[in-house]
């Protein structure tokens, strides 16, 4: 079946616009979380869904940041007024369930790119 | 708190040797641990994960690893290494009752002809 898919796959801004980067989970996944992963190190933990509400969102950097899953599906992370270094790969990834031995699929991720 | 640290940035090895990328970690609780590969451009792929029982876990690609509680180590190993299998590999555990993943800073694993 189709795995994590994530778009847009690369996204240019100026400092200071908005943005939105989309997540689609693997059909029938409960759980999804976001990840961001600057360069030359590992993902770092921003927020977790169950079904449609934010479980966890001790990750977030700040107030700039914002994620939201209306339909328990479909995920969107907006981020306002971007600053340089808002630049890095944001990964979303799915689980089954929240059960902690579950495995997170990711997605291939959105480069975003602020100048 | 959860932590992992992977203790080298690269490692280097000849086609057919075997590897080892090693992967310690810190939780309160029960840990469990993940080894996902990213090839360049990509998202993270999982390998393989210990949760209970057998301490040596095999998984995708020829991969294993092998928990040691005393030594809070989770080491990945390969018998022989292929030239495809140059990626950068990510340790990560998860607390007892956690949901996020907790990764170290990634081992840049490039095997030579």
């Known amino acids: 079946g189709a795995g994590v898919s994530q778009t847009p796959s690369n996204k240019v801004t100026e400092k200071g616009k908005y943005v939105e980067l989309r997540c689609d989970p693997i059909?029938?996944?409960?759980?999804l979380y976001w990840y961001r992963q600057s360069l030359g190190q590992g993902p770092e933990f921003l927020i977790y869904f169950q079904g449609t509400g934010a479980a966890d969102d001790s990750g977030l950097p700040n107030d700039r940041f914002f994620a939201v899953r209306p339909e328990g599906s479909v995920s969107t992370l907006k981020i306002q007024r971007t600053e340089r270094g808002d630049s890095a790969v944001y990964l979303c990834?799915?689980?089954?369930?929240?059960?902690?031995?579950?495995?997170?699929?990711f997605g291939p991720g959105t480069r975003l790119t602020v100048l | 708190a959860q932590s992992v640290a992977q203790p080298e940035d690269q490692v280097n090895v000849a086609e057919g040797n075997p590897l080892t990328v090693k992967c310690t970690y810190s939780?309160?609780?029960?840990?469990?641990l993940f080894w996902y590969v990213q090839y360049p451009n990509r998202g993270l792929q999982f390998l393989l994960k210990?949760?209970?029982?057998?301490?040596l876990v095999k998984g995708s690609y020829g991969f294993e690893a092998e928990f040691n509680k005393s030594q809070t180590s989770f080491h990945l190993k390969k018998p022989s290494a292929l030239v495809s299998d140059s990626a950068l590999y990510f340790c990560a555990v998860r607390d007892t009752g956690a949901q996020k993943l907790v990764f170290g800073q990634g081992t840049r694993l490039t095997i030579n002809p």
């Open positions: 210990y949760i209970t029982g057998d301490n």
């Open positions: 939780v309160s609780g029960n840990p469990y």
């Open positions: 059909s029938g996944h409960t759980a």
């Open positions: 990834a799915s689980s089954l369930t929240r059960v902690s031995t579950d495995t997170q699929y």
